[in-house]
């Protein structure tokens, strides 16, 4: 839904908050940049627009719209890409299904989601779900590494105004509990592949009688690639949850469990419903041919069972053997105590990498259902990241919380190029059906990667290219010559995946005689060391994988700055272009709520502010427009201003909220550019302008705050009604006028 023909920038439709917010604030951001010469145009990368993009021949013309994921795919290749990239939606099945019966409402004929799908016809609807489901952006947008850090002005203002902090004791009952085997980590195999080995590959389950399943017929590696394949025992894990329930209920501590079923779409739902299956077991035993008769799948979590129970004859009779179930068990870590809404309601409501990070920062309190903190067992299934948690508590417990106000900061370098390491988030994991062997099958014949599994498991695949392993040691290389500050790579050689990178990383680095400038740890031994570092008020460079980090930009940042939502997040694209995102969402929907309640939204687009001045710095410098240039210094001069004048939205009715920010922000730019020295011409567009919307303070603050502390009707949530959407975000006619007189 490109609205210019060949834009200059394109900012990203998103989804909750975020695109509430950009509804605000988009119109002042193509305002300025018009002055300057620059377009900024629009792609739809929504839940809601990515599910009406994959089904054209269901819809009306008018309702239809293009795949613009699939086109943003392409661009970001283009040396001249430059796109601000918002958080989405990255759906689990749950929030999938709200989207689309929330569409079918507003007159689109989506066809429902085949949880069980059968027919052929199911098969290929669910394929097209499927693609939608999870991490379905990122991976096609990342076409380079990632270079994550606070920026200036925000870590400036952290310092100064540090944010709260649990406190942390040493007989905090608070563990990070995990598998000691049979997990991912520890039945990983990888190599990294030959040129022989390169070319189209196949992934197949062998029965035990000889007969061949075949779970992926063509999968293509180029040479160089690293290939990993894994699996998690279905079996440890049931065995490895019930022992942490009885453990949790011993030590009288919450029990939780922390996945992300949203990026690794495929494993962690499946292990989720291992947790809500073992949490429920007497009532499974009882009742398990009655409730999948009804189609209760536990891997859709409590909420929905609870529901589909309800609906059923026997709900009586089964609700009491779940509430005597639940009466035995240890209390659960809860995502809302006051609405009764459980760690094993939903499967994207508890994410490892929003969740934990809180969790610590708050001394290792978690909410219980009497809506009171609580110690708590923070249960992660699979050993390959959970050392970093397991560390941090451990080290907290140690030394107590540090103060943010003295605090250094953990900066990332990110592998993520050419879905680099995307394990579990797609089509090559598998839950296995019957016994077996699963085997990769190269080009060349050659099977190095086999496992023997059994009917349950949950086996996966991931590939890392070459070209992108050596792209991520390279830009480390300059970040760390850059900086000059500490620099690790986090990678365990006695990990398998690891192991094989590592024959890339020691070369590179000999040959670019920066051996000594970098240190090669362990993430448990890497977490330790930053943690240290960072107390001392020195700053650190993370050089990790995928995982780690999404993981790692959101744990420091959480402890160091109090969100995640405020960091420069800056995509180095391979082909030279530039993808800069704006921080995380995973607040986004409790926002939504607020502001439809009253009217208030408390998203912060700091973010935003500091992804569009990156965005215009870099413009200027592609396609030589200084004037660019002068718009993006501005922003930077502007979003200090909005820290430093204390503008950033707060949580409450009556206090600045993210329209009144937006037009402080607007304000600060805008005299920002009509003091700058550099452009007369901007000075002369720009002097006006910052008059104008100073001496109409008063009255811009009193229409956004018009209709503050009532119910907001935005039409949708999923899907918004855009004229309602704009009546609610755009309500000054003062400000718009001044905006229009640019």
């Not at 018009?706 to 006619?733: C, H, I, W």
Request: charged share 20%; with cysteine; glycine share 6%.
């Amino acid at each position: 839904m490109t609205n210019i023909a060949s834009p200059d920038i394109i900012y990203t439709k998103v989804d909750e908050a975020p695109q509430l917010a950009s509804v605000s604030l988009l119109p002042v951001i193509q305002s300025f940049a018009s002055a300057a010469g620059v377009s900024v145009g629009v792609k739809d990368i929504s839940l809601a627009g990515r599910i009406i993009a994959a089904f054209p021949d269901n819809l009306s013309a008018d309702q239809r719209q293009a795949d613009d994921l699939a086109e943003l795919g392409e661009l970001v290749k283009n040396p001249n890409a430059n796109v601000i990239k918002l958080p989405n939606i990255s759906a689990s099945a749950p929030q999938l299904i709200a989207a689309i019966k929330e569409l079918q409402d507003k007159g689109y004929a989506i066809p429902d989601y085949p949880e069980n799908p059968k027919t052929v016809a199911e098969k290929a609807i669910r394929n097209r779900f499927d693609a939608i489901k999870g991490s379905a952006v990122n991976p096609v947008l990342r076409e380079g590494n990632s270079d994550r850090r606070a920026a200036v002005a925000v870590k400036n203002y952290a310092m100064s105004n540090p944010h709260s902090m649990g406190e942390w004791v040493p007989d905090s009952k608070t563990v990070v509990s995990t598998m000691s085997s049979d997990d991912f980590f520890s039945n990983e195999k990888s190599v990294t592949l030959t040129a022989e080995q390169a070319g189209a590959a196949r992934i197949e389950l062998v029965a035990q009688d000889g007969s061949i399943t075949v779970l992926k017929e063509s999968v293509s590696y180029s040479a160089g690639t690293v290939v990993d394949a894994t699996f998690m025992s279905g079996r440890a894990l049931d065995l490895f949850l019930a022992d942490q329930i009885e453990q949790t209920k011993a030590a009288g501590v919450l029990f939780s469990i922390h996945l992300k079923a949203t990026m690794m779409k495929v494993s962690d739902p499946i292990i989720f419903g291992h947790a809500v299956r073992v949490f429920l077991q007497p009532v499974f035993d009882a009742f398990g041919e009655t409730l999948a008769a009804s189609g209760v799948n536990p891997n859709s979590g409590l909420g929905a069972l609870l529901d589909q129970v309800a609906d059923m004859p026997e709900a009586e009779e089964i609700l009491a053997a779940i509430a005597a179930v639940m009466a035995d068990r240890p209390a659960l870590y809860m995502v809302n105590s006051d609405k009764g809404i459980t760690n094993l309601h939903v499967p994207s409501d508890v994410i490892i990498d929003a969740s934990l990070p809180a969790l610590i920062r708050a001394g290792g309190k978690g909410w219980g259902p009497d809506g009171a903190a609580a110690d708590t067992n923070c249960v992660i299934p699979d050993s390959s990241y959970a050392p970093i948690y397991d560390e941090s508590v451990e080290y907290f417990k140690e030394t107590g919380a540090f103060d943010p106000a003295t605090a250094g900061t953990v900066q990332n370098v990110g592998l993520m190029a050419q879905k680099a390491e995307e394990y579990g988030s797609h089509p090559t994991t598998f839950e296995i059906p019957h016994d077996g062997t699963v085997r990769i099958v190269l080009a060349n014949g050659d099977m190095s990667l086999t496992h023997e599994v059994v009917a349950g498991d949950i086996w996966r695949s991931a590939s890392t290219k070459q070209a992108p392993i050596e792209d991520w040691v390279q830009l480390a290389i300059s970040r760390q010559k850059s900086d000059g500050c500490q620099s690790i790579f986090w990678l365990d050689e006695s990990r398998a995946h690891d192991a094989e990178l590592l024959k890339y990383v020691t070369p590179i680095l000999a040959a670019a005689a920066v051996s000594d400038k970098f240190q090669i740890l362990t993430p448990r031994a890497a977490t330790r060391l930053s943690l240290e570092t960072i107390r001392q008020g020195k700053n650190s460079i993370a050089v990790t994988g995928n995982v780690l980090r999404d993981y790692l930009t959101d744990l420091f940042p959480i402890l160091e700055l109090g969100t995640s939502a405020k960091m420069l997040s800056i995509v180095k694209l391979m082909n030279g272009g530039g993808l800069f995102e704006t921080g995380a969402g995973g607040s986004a929907p409790k926002h939504v709520q607020q502001l439809m309640q009253e009217n208030h939204l408390r998203w912060d687009s700091l973010g935003e502010f500091c992804a569009l001045g990156e965005s215009l710095k870099f413009l200027a410098d592609t396609k030589a427009n200084d004037k660019a240039r002068v718009l993006g210094r501005a922003v930077d001069r502007a979003t200090q201003d909005i820290l430093d004048r204390n503008k950033s939205p707060r949580a409450k009715v009556g206090q600045t909220d993210n329209r009144s920010s937006h037009y402080y922000f607007a304000l600060y730019w805008s005299q920002a550019l009509a003091t700058q020295n550099e452009d007369q011409t901007l000075i002369a567009k720009f002097a006006p302008i910052a008059a104008a919307l100073a001496e109409n303070e008063s009255q811009i603050l009193e229409e956004l705050a018009s209709n503050e502390g009532s119910p907001a009707d935005l039409g949708g949530y999923f899907l918004t009604d855009v004229q309602k959407t704009e009546k609610v975000m755009r309500p000054s006619q003062t400000l718009l006028r001044i905006l229009g007189e640019l």
